[in-house]
């Protein structure tokens, strides 16, 4: 792999990439794809919406949680103080190109200005989640070999807790005169002088959610940043200047980060930032602010349709949603009956798309009339995908086999054996089951390793689901296969029903007969157990082990 000089001081992540050979094919992109040799993508992004918009365009809109008052920081707020982080890194805590900075704070205006400080100072970003435990924090820090890490209040003191080695913990947004922004007060305020990395210099080193084992650590560089918005958003998305954007995914999970900081900024649009994205939240922010961007997950949306259900309206427009333009869902697949009930209650069309931490976005998505309820769409612009068997071999239209894709982005774990299982014959298997139909359209199945085996039958946990969540007292559905003696795995659903349901014997009789009537029958749920919620990730994920311990 040829790779451009790099500006990194430090090639620590240059140094952790995989070997040549065991990356996937890099597709060249759109021709509007050629990126510049020495690029930087945090003072690329706002130096163009600057010179678009303006310094005085409102960029981030912030609601602190205490509080209830609203901030407002324009582009030129952003850029500067964006430039004072990097000062205080580079002059105050010796930060050097290619460094890696941990930032873990909820999603807010200092927390984003945190991401462009460290990129234009040439760091490598860090993300994680917010609400990581100290020991979490401790393994990511040591995998990355971080040197400091920009905490909010309430994640500084899991961080200090952490006790890694060679990372000196520095509150933002807390009280003292050593805390970052009091820091960035005292600073010169003199412009910075952006490093001029290269497009192929890692930008940030973002770690899987995955739910066993060690976290992997993928490596973006710059130019994955500015190619996310060139595909899916330019594409797929199409925002313009006048959006407002919200959502609720993290920052430090990459669906959060391009759909709330990414999309918004390449184009000048403003977006409003949420420390907590609870479907309440989402409700609020979208009528006081006149939001027209949606970013969330399937379950927040049947969430929000729970709470707009008023009354029979017969499916009017909520008045207080008018302005939504545009949804997007990811992070799990989203069912053709939420589609369906969105569009009837809202009169948009929801975005699903498939992404993954290793590919940074979504790279299988559809807009407008290219939807079909219940599928995830087609290949977005620059991206190919194709269903293959273990041996890299095509599957025929129509029937299930391994997702494969390949772009511009690719999947590189910092030196970890678990590439050789993510990358293989040149395409990234995400492990996901998917069919696709002669239409060229991608279907979810299931996790590769969720499908249920029963009696011999292969069963999608989802497609039990989906005819669950069909049925008018389910809110939400799990389904998983429970070991059983004679039949290998027991279909088992664990289903939270509508307050006014009882979880009934009646209830349960019912579900299972509604299904049987919607799918074949042998698919049907054994077993079903009524629970107040379902155990999920920071990222809106069903966390399906847990969901066996519940049993
Ligand atoms: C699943 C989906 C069906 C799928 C992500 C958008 O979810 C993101 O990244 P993660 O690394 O997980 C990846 C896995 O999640 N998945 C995601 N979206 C869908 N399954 N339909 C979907 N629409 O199993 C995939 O392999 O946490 C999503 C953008 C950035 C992201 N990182």
Redesign the pocket.
Known sequence: MDLLPSAHVDSFARDRLPAADRWPVLLPGLDDMRYPERLNCASHLLDTAMAEVGPDRRCLICTSEKTGETETWSYGDLDRRSDQIAEVLTAEFGVLPGHRVLICGPNSAWTVACWFGVLKAGAVVVTVVPLLRSEEIATVARIAEVSVALCAPGCDDEAAKAGVEGMRVVSVGGPGPDDLVARCARSSGRKFETVQTSQDDVAMI?F???TTGRPKGCLHFHRDVLAIADTFAKHILKPGPDDVFTGS?PLG???????LVIFPLAVGASTVLLERGSPEALLGAIEKHGVSVLFTA?TAYRAMLAMLKTGEDGGARDPRLQTLRRCV??????PAETWRAWHAAIGVKII???????????F??AADDDIRPGS?GRPVPGWQAAILDEDGNPVPDGEPGR?AVRGPIGCRYLADERQTAYVRHGWNY???TYIRDEDGYFW?QA?SDDMIISSGYNIAG?EVENALLRHPAVLEAGVIGMPDPDRGQLVTAFVVLRPDTPASEATVKELQEFVKLRIAPYKYPRAIHCVPQLPR?A?G?LQRFRLRDLA
């Open positions: 973002a899987t959610s995955g995914p999970f990459t669906f959060g980060l391009g759909g399937p869902s990811a992070g799990e697949a989203l699903d798309g498939i992404g993954a931490t290793e590919l940074l976005h979504i299988i998505s995830t997702l995400t492990g996901d979810y996790r989802p990730t990222t994920k």
